[in-house]
Each structure stands twice: as C-alpha cells, then as structure tokens.
C-alpha cells in the first residue's frame, strides 16, 4: 500500500505522534504499519484515536474481529442504559460512533473489504444507531408525558423511515441521513399526571432523536439529519400518523416523491407489527399494478431540472451530477423501477448495484449498455 507523495507528510507526522504518545507498543507490528497509510487518508482516525485512549488500546481486539456489525444495538443499548442524563447518552452516542467508524474506515482503507461490505456496514452502523436512540428517548419521553395509545388503549410505537442512500443500504462515509417519522394511529398518553396527544408527544421525541444525533459537541456529531423529504417539507409537520400520510400521498404526492419512496425502509422494522400496514400502504404509491409509462416523462422533467442546475453552477464535472454521473446512474435504474417494478418483484429493491443487476438479468440493458 502506498500513498500519494502528496500525503506522506501528514502520515509521518501522525506516526511520530502515535510513537510519543506510546501506541505502537501496544500495537502488533502488521497495525503499526498499517497505521502509517490510513492516517495519510484520515485525519478522523488520527483525531479519534488520539481523543480516545481506550480506542487506541482496544484497536488491535477490535480489528481481529469479523462480525462488530451483529452486535452494534446491543452493544449500544447497554451503554445508553448506563447513562443518568442527556449530556452523558450523547456523548456515549458519538463515542461508540467515532470507534466503529475508525473499525469500518481502516478495513476499507486496507482492502480488507469490498466496496459492497463498507457501504453495508456504515448503513447498518447508522441504523443501529437510530434504532437505539429512539428506544432511549422513548422511553424518557414515557417517563414524561406518559405511553401514547391509542383509542383501544395500546401502546404506539414511532417508525423512522430511512431514505435516500440509508434506506438502501448504501451510505458513505459523509452521507447525510435522510428520515421521515410516523406513527400508526392518534390518541392521547397515558399513565402520566397530564395527558399529551400522540401527535404532540411524537413530535417533541423526534426533536430530541435529531438533536441526539446531529448537535455539535465536544465530541463531534453522529449524523447530518435531514427531514426535508417528508410531506410538505420544511413546512409541513415533523411527524404524521399512517392515515395523515396515506392522505397526502394519495392526493398531493408529488413525482419526485415517488421516486424517493423507492428506498424507503423502515429502520429495525423487525420491531414492529405495525411495520406490514405502513408498507402495504405505500406500496401502491410508488408501484403501479400495470407497466406505468407515463414514469418516463416525470424523470425526464426531472433530469432536465437538474442539468439546468448543473449548467448553472458549473458542475458539469461534478461526479454526482455531472453527465455520467451517480445521479444519472440512478435515474437510468429507478426509470425500470417506477415502470416495471409492479410486475416485477426483483425490480423492488432498494440498493442501486441490485437494482442495476436485475435489470440485466431481466435483459432490460445488455452487459455493454
């Protein structure tokens, strides 16, 4: 592994660093030479295991490891238990953040996984930690205001759906997170000294999971937390019950929108069993029954928009949304979705590079295409 004369500078300097600070003592050797490469790639890692003297002991167990992954929520969730306030749960939050993603980054910075298994693992890392913050401040939030139900008095749950680049299981080291929040049904809480409406209650819990997650600390930060592609946008509410949200996508649901629910996945769906009615019901918005044609002009509006903007700001070498670009990559994948996704079931999926497959198993592009 060689780096770039350009970055040779910055490694030397974080492995004299590292030598003063005594880690390459605690280190195998095959680590301390990986150490060299990696941090002329990666400030982060340098800064992160500098802050963290338990990480840099740790480092060597950690990168031994082969399944970190399987464990993320509950590893998570023992720590947050141990958390008396919210400054505490934050900064355990960004810690075990800033660990696991100096484990990912040092085994894609080393080859020791495919493109595939990194995207992957940041996905499942990030959803991990959605997951567990939710049940954290859930449960605070009880503690507060009460459980919400609703009518029939059973408890209700908040899903967060993952979007974009998150829900497909494809994340990068700098994505954002794309979410939207809802809800099963209205009602009230109970079990506290003053009811709240479950509309109200849910609202205040998702601010404390985006502040969880996106506030600058001492620390760092988790996530960016973007929630502009839920109903109305910025404008419109943070949080809307399942018959709210059915409501606008039937009536006001817009192209764009449509194409964005193509990776939409709830995140530790697993936990709820109102998972299968939420997906039931946005199923028909983004998958017609017949061959949908009429796809075509919606996505060529779209893409003439973003290479107007392209024009615009001169990004016509822009790898995102250049010609040849990732964006473009996308559209050519999700135009087969939105017009034969209703037929064909292999057509669903979230991922692009699975998408991208079964469209050649099907023979819709040809290997050179």
Known sequence: MQLPSSLISAADAAVHNAEQAGYFQQWPSEIADQFHFVSGLSSFITEAIHRDERLAQDL???????????????????LLAECQDEMAGHRAL??????EMVYIAWKDFTYAW?????????????????VETYQWQYQICCREWGTPTNAEGKAQPMLIIGMGKLGGGELNFSSDIDLIFTYPENGETQGARRSIANAQFFTRLGQRIIKALDQHTFDGFCYRVDMRLRPFGESGPLVMSYA???DYYQEQGR?????AMIKAR??????YPQ?????QMLRPFVFRRYIDFSAIQSLRRMKSMISSEVRRRGLSNNIKLGAGGIREIEFIAQVFQLIRGGREPSLRGRGLL???????????LTQPE
């Open 275 to 279: 998972y299968q009615a939420l997906r």
């Open 354 to 364: 699975e998408t991208l497959s079964a469209i050649g198993e099907l023979g819709q």
């Open 60 to 78: 060597p167990i950690m990168l031994a490891e082969s399944s970190r992954h399987q464990t993320y929520r509950a590893r998570l969730a023992a």
């Open 94 to 99: 960004r810690q075990f953040r800033n660990r």
């Open 114 to 130: 495919t493109l595939e298994a990194s995207l992957s693992h940041l996905s499942q890392l990030a959803e991990a930690m959605i």
């Open 255 to 259: 192209d764009w929108e449509r194409y």
């Open 266 to 271: 709830v995140m530790g769906s697993e936990m």
């Open 244 to 246: 709210a949200l059915e």
